[in-house]
Nanobody, 128 residues
């Protein structure tokens, strides 16, 4: 069983930055497919970034590419999402997710159905 606890959300003005953290227990982050999802009111939960194999493989959605950076600290067993250039449309609840990948996986999928461990979420609000 993997437990995930997010932190770091808050309210910022457009153009600002936030760093989200996700502390993991029950397995080591470098062995897991890990991802950040977000869900705005009335919208589907979307995958914004994934990471695998100590950062050798990453994925970003088009909506955040060039502004967000996903990383992990193996010593702290923690996943991060550095969010720069925030826009009002980034306002959402952000969730950390994880799954133990099959041996053939090279890139972690951004689909919700691919993950079976979830954190409780942290709110990000960006004002214009």
């Amino acid at each position: 069983q993997v437990q995930l606890v997010e932190s770091g959300g808050g309210s910022v003005q457009a153009g600002g930055s936030l760093r989200l953290s996700c502390a993991a227990s029950g397995d080591t982050v470098s062995r897991l497919c890990m991802a950040w999802f977000r869900q705005a009111p009335g919208k589907e939960r979307e995958g914004v970034a994934t990471i695998y194999a100590g950062g050798r493989s990453t994925y970003y959605s088009d909506s955040v590419k060039g502004r967000f950076n996903i990383s992990q600290d193996n010593a702290k067993n923690t996943l991060y999402l550095q969010m720069n250039g925030l826009k009002p449309e980034d306002t959402a609840m952000y969730y950390c997710a994880a799954v133990r990948p099959a041996w053939w996986v090279r890139v972690c999928a951004p689909e919700r159905s691919s993950y079976n461990y979830w954190g409780q979420g942290t709110q990000v609000t960006v004002s214009s």
